[in-house]
């Protein structure tokens, strides 16, 4: 895999939310293609992050500059996807544990953006058999949702890579996006396992030069 097709999608929860769009437009202009937007409900997750208002600001501030990937770690997130679309996400994932995940992936596609489903880390890659002729993201958690900086999971690779195995085999048009633990020792085991799409929290977000953390990241083998 060519270098260039290794995307960089920073974590916002890893951000300084009082200088949120300073933030994404750092990062934006430091080479980011994605930026990574976790919504935690407290349910289906132990911990609460951002929501619907806070993506409406920033797709307003930001549509079209950028490529909006909303991470729900909520439970019903079928009650949510229609909002998620309109408030201005272009990939809206949702974990495939959800009971309402099938529906959430009908309506995000209806309404116009592109779908995804996400596997924590004991879900095993078969999960989304069911999702991939409307899928365009597969979201592989490498750290149990719900916190930033935390360690990376490499009892995760082999999953990775039966992912991989699974996309080409079938020719499918599916980005492998890997969220957790990220950093320039671990983007290399991603990368080398077949992911197409990096998220970063702290590994971008902590680091003094954003420019040099993405270089860094993507370049890792
Ligand atoms: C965890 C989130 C991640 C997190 C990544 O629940 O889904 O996106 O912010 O942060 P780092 O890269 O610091 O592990
Ligand atoms: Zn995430």
């Not at 909006?68 to 909002?83: F, G, K, T, V």
């Not at 974990?95 to 529906?103: I, K, L, M, W, Y």
Request: charged share 20%; glycine share 10%; proline share 4%.
């Amino acid at each position: 895999m060519s270098e260039q097709t290794v995307k960089i999608a920073p974590s916002i929860l890893s951000a300084d939310f009082g200088r949120l769009s300073d933030e994404i437009a750092s990062v934006i202009s430091a080479g980011a293609e994605w930026i990574h937007f976790d919504v935690m409900d407290g349910h289906f997750v132990p911990n609460i992050s951002v929501g619907l208002p806070v993506l409406e600001s920033v797709a307003k501030a930001f549509k079209g500059k950028t490529t909006l990937d909303a991470h729900l770690m909520i439970d019903n997130p079928e009650r949510y996807a229609q909002n998620f679309v309109l408030a201005g996400a272009d990939i809206v994932t949702v974990h495939t544990e959800c009971g309402g995940a099938a529906e959430a992936v009908r309506i995000i596609r209806d309404n116009g953006a592109v779908a995804g489903v996400v596997l924590k880390p004991a879900t095993p890659a078969e999960a989304v058999l069911p999702y991939l002729d409307v899928i365009g993201v597969i979201l592989v958690m490498t750290v149990e949702p719900g916190f930033g900086g935390q360690k990376f999971q490499s009892e995760q690779l082999p999953k990775i890579r039966k992912l991989r195995e699974l996309i080409d085999a079938q020719g499918l048009d599916i980005e492998l996006e890997i969220d957790g633990g990220i950093n320039a020792e671990t983007a290399g085991l991603a990368i080398g396992a077949g992911a197409t799409v990096l998220v970063a929290g702290n590994a971008v977000y902590k680091s003094a030069d954003y420019t040099e953390a993405i270089k860094k990241l993507r370049s890792q083998r």
